[in-house]
């Protein structure tokens, strides 16, 4: 199957009255650190508690780079 490279043109943006979608950035590495870290968050997700501030950064920087290449949203 072809991945439709068109998606990747721009990051889409989201926005609803409570909530905004947006791509990732790594000046976000401390709000993801803080909600990836927590015990009452990650029991609704498969992913282990981050322990180290660095791993939302390299979450970041990873997934920007995911979608940079056209791999990943």
Do not use: C, H, W
């Not at 501030?53 to 979608?67: F, G, M, N, P, S």
């Amino acid at each position: 199957m072809e991945i439709n490279k068109d998606v990747f043109a721009q990051f889409p943006v989201l926005t609803t009255r409570r909530l905004t979608l947006r791509d990732i950035k790594v000046t976000d590495a401390p709000e993801i650190f803080r909600i990836r870290s927590s015990g009452r968050v990650n029991r609704f997700i498969a992913r282990n508690e981050m322990n180290d501030a660095d791993d939302a950064v390299l979450l970041a920087k990873k997934t920007r780079q995911a979608y940079e290449q056209g791999l990943g949203i």
